[in-house]
């Protein structure tokens, strides 16, 4: 049943994605971007990846797409150009994703208890993580505490970005004589 | 698209729902899925949900530039402080051991803050970045 699941939703994921690699409206791939995005969260949520699945959908569904609406409205809907399709492109995508499918065949079979994932820290973090830390979810427990170090970094990095766009747009508007 | 009666009202419907479970997602996130990202995000996305239905003018009373901004670095400066408090009271850096007598206690206080940190920064640069793109169409205009 769950298997099911997810296979119809890669197959409406892949239909997402060719209709957007052939659509001109930007509009139409904004929107389009939002669906893959759902379908995405949807799948994490029937892998049982509840935290991914919430971050995919507000920050690929919701945010994204506010973004990319809001830096439309600043240009025109239409994609400029086309012309022929050159194939350079699209054979290199697909080498790449035979490339990738070929390295998915050396990977240990899914949710095998035997991984090497699951035989390092993972084992620790499960029986031990409630009784270190008091925190029943154990995401919350390795991302805040056991990996607290690399959160802050990630939350730099996100702080960065913030800056980075400050700098980048306040200075444009100075030139331009604005306020 | 302030003169959209239907959105305009169910805008005022859903805000208020939306920046509740954004608080939940937060505060809940030890217990179940969520955490300070996801909560930011969504604190962020209600703001912006206002923007787009009411203008930009109106999101900017709300929550000002100044303290979008003093969001997205108190949020840095309070995950780093908490880092600094565990060495401060003799633990490592991000130590939450030693942040109150008891260690689970301590885990519990430096998880929620550092979780805080995590919310405050996400929801302030996403709302700076909204307010910058939108801002600039604006001014174009």
């Known amino acids: ?73 600043l240009c ?47 084992r620790r973090y499960i029986e031990l993580g409630q009784a270190e830390t008091g925190v029943p979810n154990t995401v919350t427990a390795v991302l805040a505490s056991y990996r607290g170090f690399d959160t802050l970094g990630e939350v730099l990095v996100i702080f960065t970005a913030g800056v980075g766009i400050v700098a980048l747009l306040r200075r444009r508007r100075a030139g331009g004589g604005g306020r | 698209m302030k ?32 955490g300070g990202f996801q909560a930011g995000v969504i604190l962020a996305a209600g703001i912006i949900f206002y923007a787009l239905i009411y203008g930009l003018a109106d999101a900017r009373r709300i929550a000002p530039d100044w303290v979008v901004e003093l969001l997205l670095a108190a949020g840095v400066l309070l995950y780093a ?20 007598a008891d260690p689970v206690r301590g885990q519990l206080r430096g998880i929620l803050l550092v979780e805080a940190g995590v919310g405050m920064t996400v929801c302030g640069v996403m709302l700076k970045i909204f307010y910058m793109f939108a801002g600039r169409g604006e001014a174009q205009r």
Request: with cysteine.
């Open chain 2, 81 to 100: 402080g908490v880092g600094v408090a565990g060495i401060l009271l003799g633990g490592n850096f991000l130590d939450y051991f030693v942040l109150a």
């Open chain 1, 76 to 122: 025109r809907s239409q994609e400029a150009g086309g012309g022929q399709p050159t194939w350079l492109p699209l054979a290199l995508a697909c080498t790449c994703g035979l490339l990738l499918v070929y390295g998915t065949l050396g990977l240990p079979a899914f949710s095998d208890p035997d991984a090497p994932v699951h035989t390092h820290v993972a």
């Open chain 2, 3 to 34: 003169s959209y009666l239907i959105l305009r009202v169910v805008a005022k419907l859903l805000i208020p729902f939306v920046l509740m479970f954004a608080l939940y997602v937060q505060f809940h996130g030890d217990y179940g899925p969520g």
């Open chain 1, 1 to 73: 049943m769950e298997s099911t699941i997810i296979n119809v939703l890669l197959i409406l994921m892949a239909a997402a994605v060719t209709v957007l690699a052939r659509t001109r409206n930007l509009f139409a791939v904004v929107v389009l971007f939002s669906i893959y995005s759902f379908l995405m969260a949807t799948a994490m949520v029937a892998l049982d990846a509840v935290d991914v699945a919430m971050t995919e959908a507000s920050v690929g569904a919701g945010i994204s797409t506010v973004l990319l609406l809001a830096a439309l409205s």
